[in-house]
């Protein structure tokens, strides 16, 4: 019963998590903290007169019987920091989160990765998420991300595919389902995963919550993939968060005519690391050997570097290299006729170089 009071103070207003412990330590136990008078309370010493105040009054005596019996209902389980399986990187950032509330099977995180980007992400940055993604996941990684809209959902999608695991930690309560077009992806990942969250069952997903989640991806990961971020963005305030912590930063390139490649690029210039195969990531977590080996039958960038093309289906596909294109902008710009480009693309298709997107736009795969 201990852990759901520590869930109520830990959910209170006006206490904040802060100065939790050092009250906790003063009255022995979250239990008997909880329930401490007003005059116990100031006594501490530890929170300022009108601290106290407003957590006594909006405190709710029967919150940590109704947090056990939403989490026995709900089959979530309410871990707290001094649980011997608390993940122990957690602990070296920022304000560690006190308690954690899990659906499914919180995976060992020893390696794993964050991916985080853009949730307006364009047709290259999904894919490249998603590729990186199944890759990474594959070779034994642990894909982390937010579940939100774009490149995270793209992320979690490749890792479930390539059937690893991924952990989504929620910017609200464990029981809100955002963005509601993900239910379905949810109840996946809690098969081959865990959703993960700080917040209390039933906190909405308000704009103040997701710096604090963005914090706790960058916790409990190894490093941070960037995939596309505008120069202002939670994907940007992630990977703040890892440098501030001494976390490696990977960021894959975008094109310089994309708003969502400036984050990325300022980021590269700014010292983190350029990569574009997922092999790089794993060399530079100095992976085992295994894991180096597995990467190199992945689908990623299979055969594309021995496989012959024609010169004109090379041009084509390097018009490709970032945006989906229509077929009248390939005869633009590549200067030939529509007969001539329109064979090469079916050859390409055939070939599951290309693919074709809403708008009859072709893209490389």
């Excluded at 919550?209 to 939670?234: D, H, Q, W």
């Excluded at 989906?324 to 070939?351: F, H, N």
Aim: charged share 20%; glycine share 10%; net charge negative.
């Amino acid at each position: 019963m201990e852990r759901y009071y520590w869930g109520a103070l830990s959910a209170s207003v006006g206490l904040g998590n802060s100065k939790l412990e050092a009250l906790v330590a003063v009255f022995g136990s979250a239990r008997s903290t909880y329930l401490a008078e007003r005059q116990e309370l100031l006594a501490a010493g530890i929170y300022k007169e009108a601290a106290i105040d407003k957590f006594l009054k909006f405190r709710d005596l029967d919150l940590p019987e109704q947090l056990q019996r939403f989490c026995e209902r709900q089959q979530v389980r309410l871990m707290t920091s001094s649980d011997a399986d608390y993940p122990a990187m957690l602990n070296h950032i920022a304000l560690p989160p006190k308690v954690l509330y899990i659906k499914g099977n919180l995976p060992r995180l020893d390696y794993s990765l964050g991916i985080v980007g853009s949730r307006r992400a364009s047709a290259y940055g999904l894919k490249a998420a998603g590729d990186f993604a199944a890759d990474l996941a594959a070779a034994g990684l642990v894909i982390v991300s937010g579940g939100a809209k774009g490149i995270d959902s793209a992320a979690h999608k490749g890792a479930l595919q390539a059937g690893g695991s991924t952990v989504v930690v929620l910017g609200c309560g464990i029981d809100v389902v955002y963005p509601r077009e993900n239910a379905a992806l949810f109840e996946q990942i809690c098969a081959n995963g865990a959703l993960v969250t700080e917040f209390a069952p039933g906190t909405e997903p308000l704009a103040a919550n997701f710096p604090s989640r963005n914090r706790i991806i960058n916790g409990m990961t190894k490093g941070i993939l960037v995939v596309e971020a505008a120069k202002k963005s939670g994907a940007m305030i992630t990977a703040e968060f890892a440098a501030d912590e001494g976390h490696d930063v990977y960021c894959i390139p975008g094109s310089i005519y994309l708003p969502n490649s400036i984050g990325c690029h300022s980021l590269i210039k700014s010292g983190a690391q350029l990569v574009d195969r997922p092999e790089d990531i794993l060399n530079d977590l100095e992976l085992g050997r295994g894991s180096r080996q597995k990467i190199e039958n992945l689908s990623l960038f299979a055969g594309t570097e021995t496989e012959t093309v024609s010169e004109l289906a090379q041009q084509l596909m390097d018009i490709m290299t970032q945006e989906p294109v229509t077929l009248e902008e390939l005869v633009e710009l590549s200067g030939r006729s529509l007969a001539e480009i329109s064979g090469e693309l079916l050859d390409l298709q055939m070939q599951g170089k290309l693919g074709l997107a809403d708008g009859r736009r072709y893209y490389r795969i």
